[in-house]
């Protein structure tokens, strides 16, 4: 990000101990793993993972599959893109984990001897614990002298009482993994056992264990003493399997003040208004692109390179609003981490500069309200290669567990070839920095009110489906010129959320656009959340092709849905002539 970030006064700390025996067996088909990075920065965006696994009895090669699960999931886990969310970036990894077991185990001629492994991992970020689990290893927490289990057994009990794995990684080609999220306390004591353990010791005898803890005097070594006594302890019970538990107790979480956030976010200069011919640092300013109540935009010169330049300056009206200015520096991060033709790239901030402002790619080309300005109605095949090109560019941001929240005209560039970058992502919601912020959140949506979808709007819950929304909103302007709902934008924010979404048929304004488009169009921008479309990928291929469900469905409806226009022209008929009737018999007599 722009704005450098210093240490926080606390950091998230554990104290970890483990215990691993092969037990009363000659192989140890147990494993566990944990890593603590000790990068400040690694810590802080992927957290601290442990992990555990229990390779299947029946087969010989279970002790390569618990083993290389840890170990390869924790690697590959810090591998992944450091604006991947905790889910995105642990489920990439674990689907692709388990396809690599899958498809070695089944290259053996005897089926039951496969990689396949239980797997339950907790990765400890923030002041939150994300849990991945399939299997019957299993996650405990203890907390104010309670024991919890967290995970959920994916086992079966058969004939004489043997139990039957239903989940596994290497099980199936197709992986289905718990994932729950829960907030940390400190203090809080996570436990990952093997049934080894928790098989042979009851929750009270576990709880019992726990409570010998004095918290003054932990430290590994106590932990590594513990993990030993439960094992005995599963031991002497009568446990027959390998004995394997991790302990992991929450010893501080990380703190940021926010007087602290505030200082770190204002400690940089916003510029004032600048003008043609103004230099800042070692840009000459050319030309004002834009000056708004949020933000300037300027094309610059960098007298060194002599190349051209977007500089966006905040402006001074924001410089204590924590929420924009948490926005401003986060767009910076996404210009930078992302590298796609389709996502305007964002330059490393001057080293020493005081100021704070982005130095952006210059894009050859016009905005697409501008485009619509000057090319209204346009054929269906222009439209629709503008819109699929707008859902490529939404889908690099999707793919990287971000959602825009304010995708509108204004806020993408096109060139003559067609070809779409989107330009500003200032209210991008991100799942890596939104797990790690401390910033407030904003109390009102951030995007243009005609183009965000309903739930963001009533409720501030944005997602994928949310973007979906707006991109339908564009195409139905693109090629009508209009809006399929009635504009917002004069009303206040209380009245919008209690406006009537009454959709708006395409045709209206396009009687020469087929019924199929209409439909797509009206399913892309559907008020309800469950009504739009599962995937971008399945409104682009109803922009090209009919829906033939969707047609069959319309023929079924009533007029009054189907063709609304048409509805009320024959009832005014009808009326009419019914007036006329009534009139002659009045006349009559």
């Known amino acids: 990000m722009n704005i450098p970030a ?66 390869q999931f924790i690697n590959d886990y810090y591998c992944t893109p450091e604006h991947w969310g905790t889910k995105l970036s642990a489920s990439k990894v674990l689907n692709s984990l388990n396809a690599w077991l899958y498809q070695h185990g089944n290259n053996d001629q005897i089926r039951h001897d496969g990689l ?22 299993r996650i405990y927490r203890y907390r104010d002298s309670q024991l919890t289990q967290l995970s959920k057994d994916h086992s079966r009990t ?3 009482n043997n139990t039957v794995l239903t989940r596994a990684l290497g099980m199936d080609s197709h992986l289905e993994v718990d994932f729950q999220t829960t907030d940390l306390q400190q203090d809080d004591l996570f436990f990952l056992s093997s049934d080894g353990i928790h098989d042979w010791l009851s929750k009270t005898e576990l709880a019992e264990h726990f409570s010998t803890l004095k918290p003054e005097e932990l430290n590994a070594a106590d932990f590594e003493v513990l993990a030993k006594a439960i094992g005995q302890h599963a031991l002497d019970n009568g446990s027959t399997d390998n004995l394997t538990c991790l302990l992991l107790k929450v010893k501080s979480l990380p703190i940021i003040a926010v007087d602290e956030l505030q200082k770190r976010l204002t400690e940089l200069t916003i510029p004032p208004a600048l003008h043609e011919g103004n230099e800042i640092d070692h840009f000459l300013i050319k030309k004002v692109i834009h ?28 410089s204590d609003d924590l929420v924009y200015l948490d926005g401003f520096s986060k767009e910076q991060w996404v210009g930078r981490k992302l590298s796609h033709s389709s996502i305007m790239s964002i330059m490393p901030k001057v080293d020493e500069s005081p100021f704070l402002y982005h130095i952006c790619e210059y894009i050859k080309g016009i905005t697409l309200r501008q485009w619509i300005y000057d090319n209204p109605n346009p054929p269906l095949e222009i439209a629709r290669e503008i819109i699929h090109n707008i859902v490529a560019a939404v889908r690099v941001l999707q793919r990287s567990g971000m959602v825009h929240r304010d995708l509108k005209p204004e806020n993408i560039m096109i060139s ?49 489906a949310s973007d979906l929304f707006s991109i339908g909103v564009i195409a139905y302007e693109l090629l009508a010129g209009h809006l399929p709902y009635k504009s917002l934008n004069s009303q206040s924010l209380s009245r919008a959320r209690k406006a009537q979404w009454k959709y708006r048929p395409v045709k209206q304004f396009r009687p020469d656009l087929p019924d199929w488009i209409d439909l797509t169009l009206q399913k892309a921008t559907h008020p309800v959340l469950a009504q739009r479309y599962n995937a971008m990928s399945e409104f682009t291929q109803d922009l090209y092709t009919p829906n033939t469900k969707m047609l069959r469905n ?12 048409k509805f009320w022209q024959i009832l005014s008929t009808l009326l009419f002539f019914t007036a006329l009737i009534e009139l002659i018999i009045l006349l009559d007599h």
Request: with cysteine.
């Open 6 to 71: 210093k240490q926080p006064n606390k950091a998230l700390e554990l104290i970890v101990g483990g215990y691993s025996e092969s037990g009363k067996r000659e192989i140890n088909q147990d494993a566990f793993a944990v890593k603590i990075p000790t990068s400040y920065t690694e810590k802080k965006h992927k957290g601290i993972v442990a992990s555990i696994a229990d390779g299947v009895s029946c087969s010989t090669k279970s002790q390569q599959a618990s083993h290389t699960s840890v170990t």
């Open 116 to 137: 396949i492994t239980t797997f339950s991992s907790v990765i400890f970020k923030s002041t939150s614990a994300y849990l991945f689990h399939v299997g019957d290893t």
């Open 158 to 160: 058969q004939y004489g």
């Open 291 to 318: 000056e708004g109540p949020r933000s300037h935009v300027y094309l610059a010169i960098d007298k060194w390179s002599k190349g051209f330049f977007i500089l966006k300056m905040p402006s001074l009206n924001f």
């Open 416 to 464: 003559d070839e067609k070809k779409i970058t989107i330009i500003d992502f200032g209210t991008i919601k991100i799942d890596s920095l939104d797990e790690i912020s401390v910033a407030p959140e904003s109390e009102q949506p951030l995007g243009a009110t005609d183009y965000i979808a309903p739930e963001y709007l009533n409720e501030g819950h944005a997602s994928s």
């Open 554 to 565: 319309r023929e079924r409806a009533p007029l009054l849905e189907r063709n609304p226009v």
